[in-house]
């Protein structure tokens, strides 16, 4: 959709004004709404309203995250905002909510007009949701998170604002009457106001709902007025609800339909609480792991649809549908596969349903699949293996290798790109390579020297990425598709094979998918079998016109150090380790809530790792830094890749410590004496 606009700054949410289908609206996270005229070949977008300076965007849940229009826009020329402040009254930004005026009959937003509604200090800078509406009551509410809490049980403390869904009447409302209470609020008859410091002496007249974690992602369905909402997990399940007033839907007692009480100091107290809400739909974190509500589908485009809920997952990019009467709980399994990163859907007036990708695109969804479903099951059926014997590449896959390789829990790798015909892979100013659709990577694992997986991950034609694993046979002779992931014994050690979800977690699209294949990387000599000839790989791949634009000077190309050899030194061989192995993940754009950029290219004074306090758990670690300088054992990210547990690094895919790369940080950290 809107093929021809780009959006860089993040899309988060995208609207259009009550009853008007010419224009659209994206919410940027980074600060800005930009509005173009709904047509398929605009080429261009005007600013509503900028609001940048005011923001903390500096961590990956912080910025612009909500936009409403008055119901009668622009006759009451109102808007409201909420966004993450850049004034901190405790350890996180204050979340606002403001209102703001048009002074142009709608074109633009006044900046300077800002009222704001009310303000919530958080001890964090995570789980702030953020998301606001207005319902078919003429309402507003507002989904806000728990602000990541590890002291205080917000969710279930009726005198904050803190994991709730909240509901005000700004109807009427002007100078220092900022809202009012709807009249059948639970705790309506509660005479103090939350607004100023997002809690009160009393029960908070606002809330409309509690017990929850981060409502990302949350709408009504336009012929009920039912309010559905994703509720972003923990460690291992992400939930749906179906949010009614007054309801408790269980945080932090349970995650899904699993009684963590045991986890918290305040554990105990969940025995007490009475009619806690089940989710009507969870999904495992082999699936996704940051659940992204939607909306029930009420358009005609579609009409098998019609009258189902549509939610996805913001990491793999997954789309589920339900049946808007499911009951409680459903389990989910498979799911469209998407590769997007889906920070929200968003409806039409006519109730077809749209998908905001974070990183630059918007969508439609027509109903037709997509992301490659009908792969083969058994890998001799995929094209990309010798017709004669599975264990060999088919013929035109060219091999390759990085110099600083990632760890894959002690397995030796043979890896392998398959080129569409007549395309070529793009190399970036940045020295990332992007490839065209059609791609395939090709990627076995070996332990004991026998075969044990195949990794396909494909960029179809359809410019989706999808990763596949198969596993191979005790006789080596071919392997078949593992669906959903799985987990074996081979010898005395775990083997994981990774779901589809689990594929696009770690390709992320921060890091532009494809992992290991950079100008860096691909900077030496390797063996090249199909000619015995050992050459170097960049000089392979301009010979045979593989790269736009040929590298010049391949060979003056430095490569990373390998972080178990002996070239670079102790310092560049440890950040070349975090670079493979964490900056898909730990860097600007990536999908988790931290800001660390662990790139081989970031100064690590610029890292936001070096002697920096963490803002989600020390670990038990006295004086804890993320990067303690002089002092491993005070370093949280030694002591997160050390352990395979909730609190491990990698979070996923891996259930052998990599003992050599942990000594290797370790040494380095040790050798540290400041961050420069």
């Known amino acids: 959709m809107f093929p021809k606009l780009t959006f860089r700054n993040q899309p988060i949410n995208l609207k259009q004004v009550p009853g008007d289908a010419s224009r659209w609206f994206v919410v940027e996270k980074l600060g800005d709404v930009r509005v173009f005229d709904n047509k398929e070949d605009v080429t261009s977008t005007s600013e509503f309203i900028n609001v940048a300076s005011r923001i903390d965007a500096t961590c990956a849940e912080c910025g612009l995250l909500g936009m409403a229009f008055h119901p009668d826009f622009p006759a009451t020329p109102r808007v409201y905002l909420s966004y993450t402040s850049v004034h901190h009254t405790l350890n996180g930004p204050d979340s606002v909510l403001s209102e703001f005026t048009s002074q142009d009959g709608g074109l633009t937003l006044d900046p300077d007009s800002e009222r704001v509604i009310f303000t919530i200090p958080k001890e964090s800078v995570h789980h702030h949701g953020g998301r606001i509406a207005f319902g078919r009551d003429g309402l507003l509410y507002m989904g806000i998170g728990d602000g990541n809490s590890y002291k205080l049980d917000n969710a279930q403390n009726t005198k904050t604002l803190l994991g709730k869904f909240i509901r005000i009447d700004i109807r009427g409302t002007t100078g220092t009457a900022l809202y009012k209470i709807p009249a059948d609020n639970p705790f309506a008859a509660s005479t103090s106001f939350c607004n100023v410091n997002g809690s009160g002496p009393e029960n908070c007249p606002e809330i409309y709902a509690w017990g929850f974690r981060n409502p990302w992602g949350w709408g009504f369905d336009r012929e009920t007025g039912d309010l559905w909402s994703g509720d972003v997990g923990e460690s291992d399940i992400e939930e749906v609800n179906h949010v009614r007033i007054g309801g408790n839907y269980g945080w932090r007692c349970f995650e899904g339909t699993s009684d963590i009480s045991a986890r918290w100091p305040s554990g105990a107290a969940c025995a007490a609480r009475k009619n806690l809400l089940p989710p009507i739909a969870q999904y495992p974190h082999t699936l996704g792991n940051a659940v992204t509500g939607g909306y029930v589908y009420r358009g005609k485009a579609i009409p098998g649809l019609v009258g189902r809920y549509v939610f996805g997952d913001f990491p793999t990019g997954r789309i589920w549908d339900i049946p808007n009467d499911t009951q409680p709980t459903m ?35 027509t109903g037709s699949g997509g992301g490659g479903t009908g792969v083969a ?28 390789p990632f760890w894959s829990d002690g397995a030796t790798k043979e890896r392998w790109i398959g080129l569409p015909d007549g395309k070529n892979i793009t190399v970036g100013a940045d020295g990332d390579w992007d490839f065209p659709n059609g791609t395939v990577l090709m990627k076995n694992f070996r332990l004991d020297n026998r075969l044990i997986e195949t990794r396909l991950f494909m960029h179809h034609p359809d410019g989706v990425w999808a990763g596949y694993s198969y596993e191979w046979n005790a006789a080596q002779t071919d392997a078949t598709l593992v669906r959903g992931g799985k987990k074996v014994m081979i010898g005395a050690q775990t083997w994981i094979y990774p779901s589809e979800g689990e594929c696009l977690q770690c390709h992320t699209e921060a890091a532009g998918r494809s992992l290991g ?9 390797i063996m090249y079998p199909q000619t015995g000839r050992d050459a170097h790989q960049l000089v392979t791949l301009n010979t045979i016109n593989a790269l736009t634009p040929a590298i010049a000077n391949p060979t003056d190309q430095v490569p990373y150090p390998n972080p178990t050899g002996t070239t670079g030194t102790l310092g560049e061989r440890a950040r070349a380790y975090l670079h493979t192995n964490c900056a898909q993940c730990h860097r600007p754009g990536g999908p988790t809530t931290t800001n660390l950029d662990l790139r081989y290219s970031t100064a690590l004074a610029d890292t936001h790792a070096c002697d920096v306090v963490p803002t989600l758990d020390t670990l038990g670690i006295s004086n804890a830094r993320l990067i303690a300088p002089g002092a491993a054992t005070r370093s949280v990210l030694i002591e997160r890749m050390s352990r395979r547990d909730a609190n491990g690094m990698p979070p996923l895919g891996s259930a052998q410590v990599d003992t050599e790369g942990a000594a290797l940080l370790t040494s380095w950290v040790n050798s540290l004496s400041n961050c420069n």
């Open 331 to 365: 389990t989910m399994t498979g799911g469209l596969e998407t590769g997007l990163n889906i920070s929200s859907f968003a409806e039409d007036p006519d109730g077809e349903l749209y998908v905001v990708h974070m990183y630059g695109g918007l969508y439609r969804i």
């Open 517 to 525: 294949l950079e100008t860096r990387q691909l900077a030496f000599n």
């Open 377 to 404: 099951t058994q890998l001799s059926a995929t094209g990309c293996v010798s017709k004669s014997n599975a264990t060999l590449p088919a013929s035109g896959l060219i091999p390759y290798a990085p110099s600083a």
